[in-house]
Nanobody
Framework: QVQLVESGGGLVQAGGSLRLSCATSGSIFSFILMGWYRQAPGKQRDLVASITRGGQPNYADSVKGRFTISRDNTKNTVYLQMNNLKPEDTAVYFC??????????WGQGTQVTVSS
């Protein structure tokens, strides 16, 4: 059973930074795509950023230039560096991993709260 464990969420003032981490229980190379999603209260879960096995990133327009997704293959971990945070970034952030044979997996989520 694949497990994804997120960490790094918390409370930060607007303009501040946080780095989220997502550690996988297996080799990160087994996933063709890894991503970060977020869900605010009463809203749907939306893609924030994703990164392919080859390292190609993709970002939602709302976070381009502020967030950076990266992966450390030696640590089986994916990161989301979030800079210049805004109150509208407040949400529960979820890590996801896609396997071509086993489907999608999700972490338990980590809360990010940005105060104005």
């Amino acid at each position: 059973q694949v497990q994804l464990v997120e960490s790094g969420g918390g409370l930060v003032q607007a303009g501040g930074s946080l780095r989220l981490s997502c550690a996988t229980s297996g080799s990160i190379f087994s996933f063709i795509l890894m991503g970060w999603y977020r869900q605010a209260p009463g809203k749907q879960r939306d893609l924030v950023a994703s990164i392919t096995r080859g390292g190609q990133p993709n970002y939602a327009d709302s976070v381009k230039g502020r967030f950076t997704i990266s992966r450390d293959n030696t640590k089986n971990t994916v990161y989301l560096q979030m800079n210049n945070l805004k109150p509208e970034d407040t949400a529960v952030y979820f890590c996801s991993a896609r396997s071509s044979s086993l489907g999608d997996f999700w972490g338990q989520g980590t809360q990010v709260t940005v105060s104005s």
